[in-house]
């Protein structure tokens, strides 16, 4: 069972932002495992909206999705949301590791080169 302060963690890493009681509580009275929360908080529609709206700020584009779990890819051949959202998920990453690493990308240095 995850503890207030983890969630406000998973909150902050994932979303950029503290959990608000309604959802903090939400998130306690699950009595899920940390594991779980932070999954279901990367897979929501605010964590999607926030990895999209990096794609707009730093790659001036649409992120790419496949409507599914798999991979998603741009004509590049590049992954997209499905990967940046499972970096959330799985491996505890957090919003500002996903910034950094587009800004590693070929496409932002290209875009941005010059």
Known sequence: MATAAEIQQIYKDVLGRSALSGGLNYWLDTGDSIEKIRSDIAKSTEAKSKVAGLYQDL???DI????????????????DA???LGDLAESGG?????EANIKLSDEYKNLHSG
């Open 59 to 61: 790659l001036k584009r």
């Open 64 to 79: 790419t999705s496949s409507g599914s779990d798999e991979f998603a890819t741009n004509d590049a051949g590049e992954t």
């Open 82 to 84: 499905s990967y940046w």
């Open 94 to 98: 957090t919003l500002a590791d996903v």
